[in-house]
């Protein structure tokens, strides 16, 4: 018995032995449809290459006696940018974060305006037939009241965003 063949997602070679090439090596659906994969690796910075570039020079200069030195200085200099890339991500996780939230509690406070307006809208059309004269018209008045409430609060909303 044979096994089935693997089946072939965008970028994975067609031969086993194959190395895979570059790009796209995962299937469209990874790891969830509704976000992004993860971002490439950069390539280092000018600043970045010109500090290994000296550490180089440093060690060909001194020779291998302060490699320790070296090596640690350059670690120092690489945990500072893992630093500040990391604040850099919390940061814009901290705003992203604080626009959802804005953007929840205006959909709830949106939402919770139109059941009242429903939850009223009853009573006052009830009233509003029996004691006005004729009874369509002061329906369609109360009506276009209420419209008009959610209305003005629905765009007001807009505007903020």
């Keep these: 018995m044979s ?3 693997l089946p072939q997602y965008p970028g994975q070679p067609s031969h086993p032995g194959q190395p895979p090439p570059y790009g796209q090596t995962y299937p469209p659906y990874y790891p969830n449809p509704h976000y992004p994969p993860p971002p490439r690796p950069r390539r280092p ?3 970045t290459r010109r500090d290994v570039e000296a ?3 440093a060690r060909e200069e001194l020779g291998a006696d302060y490699d320790e030195y070296i090596a640690a200085g350059l670690a120092e200099r690489v945990e500072e940018l ?9 940061r814009q996780d901290e705003i992203h974060g604080r626009e959802k939230t804005e953007e929840q509690l205006s959909r709830s406070r949106q939402f919770k305006l139109a059941v ?4 009223m809208g009853f ?6 037939a029996t004691e006005v004269e004729p009874g369509l018209v002061a329906i ?12 003005v609060y629905a ?3 807009r505007k903020r965003r």
């Design 82 to 90: 893992a630093a500040y890339r990391l604040a850099e991500l919390r």
């Design 140 to 151: 369609a008045v109360s009506w276009a009241g209420i419209v008009a409430v959610n209305a």
């Design 116 to 119: 009242i307006s429903l939850v």
């Design 45 to 47: 910075s000018a600043e």
């Design 123 to 128: 009573p006052i059309t009830g009233i509003a």
């Design 55 to 57: 550490a180089l020079a």
């Design 155 to 157: 765009i007001s909303n």
């Design 3 to 5: 096994q089935p063949p």
